[in-house]
């Protein structure tokens, strides 16, 4: 059956028009976010189709609607999963620069490194090393997520002072969080805190070293301007 066309007595149907999109839009994050759960749950080879679609409360042919492909839908959850890292780590930030220290910063990205969206990410990061296109896609996250910690390092560097000694501890920090986190198994929570506790202690007595001259003051002063800009 062929739409309509509008006339005077039938104008266009935007109101309609806006609540399908809308709707629509809906049951595409809602199948995005029950792919990063299904991720994190069960790993990526048993993030099925079906596991997603039971995930999501939605049907199959909602599914194949809107993602014909499994790569379709995996290509939306790294593009959502990259979105939402780099939201949160921007909220956290603003909520911690007022007279931050690089303590809480450290204990900052430990806790961005929590929870079900990294959980997925290391996921598709195995996943990655047989896939070159999820390979790509993967960098290309990860590249959005340094740009965001090189203008941090920016931001708590001194006046005057070159920002790349931050940037590199910064670095050193989320790369140490990340390889700690991915050895460990979910259930060993007991030795990753302790492994945590360590690795922090030499984070701290690293930056007391190599950011001598940029003191904790120095560091909070950059954050309060950060939250003024």
């Known amino acids: ?5 509008p006339t005077p007595q039938s104008p266009p149907r935007r109101g309609a028009r806006r609540s399908q999109e809308q709707r629509s839009a809906r049951t595409r994050e809602q199948l995005v976010w029950a792919t990063i759960d299904c991720l994190a749950r069960n790993g990526f080879h048993d993030a099925t189709g079906t596991r997603i679609v039971r995930g ?5 042919g909602a599914l194949t609607h ?4 499994h790569r379709d ?5 790294v593009q959502h999963l990259s ?9 956290e930030l603003r909520d911690i620069c007022a007279g931050g220290t690089l303590e809480q910063l450290l204990d900052l990205l430990w806790r961005l490194h929590q ?21 790509g896609q993967l960098c290309a996250l990860e590249h959005q997520v340094q740009v965001v910690v090189k203008d941090i390092a920016v931001q708590l560097t001194p006046d005057g002072t070159s920002p790349i000694p931050v940037q590199g501890w910064i670095f050193t920090a989320v790369e140490s969080i990340q390889g700690l986190l991915v050895a460990n198994p979910p259930h060993g929570r007991t030795l990753e805190s302790e492994q945590w506790n360590r690795v922090r202690t030499h984070l701290l007595r690293t930056a007391q070293h190599s950011l001598a001259d940029q003191s904790t003051a120095a560091h909070s002063a950059s954050f309060d301007r950060c939250c003024r800009r």
């Open 1 to 5: 059956m062929t739409e309509a066309v």
């Open 56 to 60: 999501a409360g939605l049907s199959r």
């Open 66 to 69: 809107h993602f014909p492909s």
């Open 73 to 77: 839908l995996v290509t939306a959850a």
């Open 83 to 91: 979105e939402v890292r780099i939201e949160v780590a921007a909220r």
């Open 115 to 135: 929870g079900p969206l990294f959980a997925a990410t290391i996921e598709l990061w195995v996943a990655a090393r047989a896939d070159r296109q999820l390979s």
